[in-house]
């Protein structure tokens, strides 16, 4: 065996291939393009255009953008809580009319939001069929679907790309919002009407819209979201109650106020000899919020931003024709930290885990009472809570993020909350079930 | 100067271009795995060793300088084979791979005709040399380094690698041997 031999084997080995080992591409490009990506992922061809704007037309038209902002979240505030009482009034013509509004709102906002409009309805028609067929889903059937949902939004999305940057930023929130709304159908098919979703979807999007501007060029993750507890809860307890969940003293009122023309007394009367109870059901928690995040390495981030939760109670006391009714509501305006740890990541998937704690305070509370004697309501009262109560939540979750394009990426996170003790006397979920699971989901953009 | 396609795409792998590290893959993946499962058996330790080549690759790309058609190549080969020693030099110890048993008799001259036994048979051959045998006969007929290299880099003697050589080689041709016989034995 020569050297001239060896040579030989050399030459003949030289071109020889062997099978690479499977997954071996796809292990590389996570190691070696994904990680660039969790630094950022805000499209920098969406900042330039950005930049792009602003510069041309000056300092001037940004004064008159962020009058805009303020308007626009002025509206979303507004929007949400009108929202938020349609949900109770349960009534269609006055959505219809609002939407209407929203329309028009929206066109003076910006026109070409009115392009996505009509993405948009296509997207929410087709969702009671999901959602019909869905609604006691687990985690993975939803991620199922979720990764349905966006085969079919990607393909347009895709040929949208290349023709307009700016496009891509509102073609986005289409997709999250329907995924919101799926999530809305699911939780609470029955109240939320056809409409209201379109609603919702609208005030989001122009939220999100704005988020795409206010965006900064800082290495600072943007995203929003909106969850909801997957429980409501209710009591029923024989007896009287007020909202405060103690039994009313009766006894003096019923002997001392003999006459009917006050409602309280003619319930009481109506129902002297008649089973009653009280029932006192908590409405499903509403929370939106907007929320900056920020990578601390390649594993570690912290997030912050701003929650808004409507929390919703209602009381019935008495018997089917005479009857108390109050329906509570509190708003709270939340300040969240949280730690995320990415736990793994598995091409376009991360896995995360979260901890967090949660500020929120009372920002407005009222009750309002109705006297309803023989079905017929006798008396009205609406009384503001004045005690605004400081409420302090600890959460953790796991969460899963999909990457939809490079920088742009929708989660779901379920978790377990605890809220702490309040100290005041206003009931709330939170008291009645200080421990719940929850389900968030959001949209999630990480800029460089 | 017209760029050929080879400088076309290293100018994209210097932009870290993902399409252009994803076509280099393509391209020249199946003849790394080749290179790397000379040195080390184990599937998932290709795996991971392949991995981490690429993605040194990936970071100094900028200290390639082409030089003419297969330069890429043959950098990228030496990348592997750099880290598939290093891989082997963490898990095993090479000084203990003296291995003092007898070598049967045998005479070098004839020289087996390499023509009629496949690639895949020759790979099979060599990967069924114990690991020291193994690696120094890779480093010597396919890298071309002398036994005094193979020394430095594997932190043996000269001289033991200059034996493990010679026993690599015994062992191969003792098979190549066996091959032929059989091969000759099915046609009669």
């Not at chain 1, 939407?99 to 997207?123: M, V």
């Not at chain 1, 907007?290 to 701003?306: C, E, F």
């Amino acid at each position: 065996m020569s050297k001239e031999w060896f040579n030989r084997m050399r030459n003949k080995m030289e071109d020889h291939t062997e099978e690479p080992p499977e997954g071996l591409w796809d292990d590389i490009r996570k190691e070696l393009f994904d990680d660039d990506q969790d630094k950022l992922m805000l499209p920098v061809s969406e900042i330039k255009a950005q930049k792009k704007v602003v510069s041309e037309k000056g300092l001037k038209n940004l004064f008159y953008k962020m009058s805009g902002t303020a308007a626009v979240l002025a509206f979303i505030i507004f929007g949400v809580v009108k929202l938020s009482e349609m949900y109770k009034k349960d009534n269609v013509s006055i959505v219809a009319k609002k939407q209407e509004k929203a329309d028009t709102s929206n066109q003076l906002l910006n026109n070409r939001l009115s392009n996505n409009i009509s993405e948009n309805k296509n997207l929410s028609y087709s969702e009671p069929i999901i959602s019909g067929s869905n609604k006691n889903f687990g985690t993975s059937d939803f991620l199922e679907k979720i990764e349905k949902y966006q085969q079919e939004i990607l393909k347009p999305f895709r040929s949208n790309i290349s023709e307009n940057q700016l496009d891509n930023g509102l073609f986005f929130p289409n997709l999250s919002i329907a995924r919101h709304d799926l999530v809305a159908a699911d939780f609470n098919p029955e109240t939320i009407s056809e409409e209201t979703k379109t609603l919702i979807s609208k005030d989001e999007k122009t939220e999100k819209k704005e988020l795409v501007k206010k965006r900064t060029k800082k290495a600072w993750m943007l995203g929003m979201l909106t969850g909801s507890t997957s429980q409501n809860s209710a009591e029923q307890f024989p007896g009287y109650a007020t909202l405060n969940g103690a039994s009313m003293s009766l006894s003096d009122e019923i002997w001392t106020a003999g006459y009917q023309d006050n409602p309280l007394t003619a319930i009481l009367l109506a129902n002297q000899d008649k089973p009653i109870d009280a029932r006192i059901k908590h409405k499903i928690p509403v929370t939106f919020g907007l929320s900056v995040y920020r990578n601390l390495g390649k594993r570690w981030g912290i997030g912050t931003g701003i929650n808004y939760t409507k929390l919703s109670t209602e009381l019935r006391s008495g018997s089917e024709s005479d009857y108390i009714k109050s329906d509570q509501s509190v708003h709270y305006i939340g300040i969240p930290v949280q730690v995320n740890y990415n736990v793994i990541k598995k091409g376009r998937f991360t896995g995360y885990v979260t901890a967090g704690a949660l500020a929120e305070k009372a920002v407005s509370a009222d009750i309002k009472t109705k006297y309803i004697v023989s079905n017929e309501v006798k008396e009205e009262t609406n009384e503001e809570i004045d005690k605004k109560p400081l409420q302090f939540s600890v959460n953790s979750a796991v969460g899963l993020q999909f990457k939809i394009v490079d920088k742009i990426g929708v989660y779901a996170e379920p978790g377990v909350g605890y809220h702490f003790k309040d100290n005041s006397t206003i009931t709330t979920v939170y008291k009645d079930k200080p421990f719940n699971f929850n389900v968030k989901f959001g949209l999630r953009l990480t800029i460089d | 100067m017209e760029l050929n396609k080879e400088q076309i795409l290293i100018d994209r792998l210097l932009l870290k271009e993902e399409a252009a590290w994803k076509e280099l893959f393509e391209v020249y993946s199946g003849n790394l795995t080749y290179v790397c499962s000379r040195y080390i058996l184990d599937k998932d330790n290709v795996h991971d060793v392949l991995q981490n080549s690429f993605i040194k690759m990936f970071r100094s790309i900028e200290s390639f300088q082409y030089r003419g058609n297969g330069s890429l190549r043959a950098w990228m080969s030496r990348i592997v084979v750099n880290e598939s020693l290093t891989f082997l030099k963490q898990n095993s110890d090479f000084k203990n791979f003296v291995d003092d048993s007898e070598l049967p008799d045998m005479t070098m001259d004839e020289e087996p005709d390499l023509q009629q036994i496949p690639e895949a048979v020759i790979m099979e051959m060599i990967r069924s040399l114990p690991e020291g045998y193994r690696t120094v006969f890779n480093l010597f007929v396919f890298e071309e380094k002398s036994h005094k290299e193979i020394a430095e880099v594997l932190g043996i003697a000269e001289n033991s690698s200059a034996s493990q050589f010679h026993r690599a080689r015994v062992t191969l041709a003792q098979k190549i041997k066996e091959y032929k016989r059989l091969k000759i034995a099915q046609y009669e």
